[in-house]
Nanobody, 110 residues
Framework: VQLVESGGGLVQAGGSLRLSCAAS????????LSWVRQAPGKGLEWISG???????SYKDSVKGRFIISRDNAKNTLYLQMNSLKPGDTAVYYC?????RGQGTQVTVSS
């Protein structure tokens, strides 16, 4: 299993970013996937998940701002992040089961 995140960066508060996670080594379309993040000095925090049937769920703090999606033809998971806040600053990881990628840094300046 390999997961490779990309799309992070530095953005001003109120801005947007789209994260991608390229997956390989498993049957992508049959697995539930999620995004988690880790802010400086804090533990891992689940923020969103998507089931194999496309149903989605979100942590309350990102609901209405973030959109998770998947492209099974491209074996890619996405996270569209809008109205970003400084509190969203973290390393973002995609996860399948207990496996996560190397992460991508998102920094939101005030």
């Amino acid at each position: 299993v390999q997961l490779v995140e990309s799309g992070g960066g530095l953005v001003q508060a109120g801005g947007s970013l789209r994260l991608s996670c390229a997956a390989s080594g498993f049957t992508f379309s049959t697995y539930a996937l999620s995004w988690v993040r880790q802010a400086p000095g804090k533990g891992l925090e689940w923020i969103s998940g998507i089931a194999s049937d496309g149903s989605t769920s979100y942590k309350d703090s990102v609901k209405g701002r973030f959109i998770i999606s998947r492209d099974n033809a491209k074996n890619t998971l996405y996270l569209q992040m809008n109205s970003l806040k400084p509190g969203d600053t973290a390393v973002y990881y995609c996860r399948v089961g207990a496996t996560r990628g190397q992460g991508t840094q998102v920094t939101v300046s005030s």
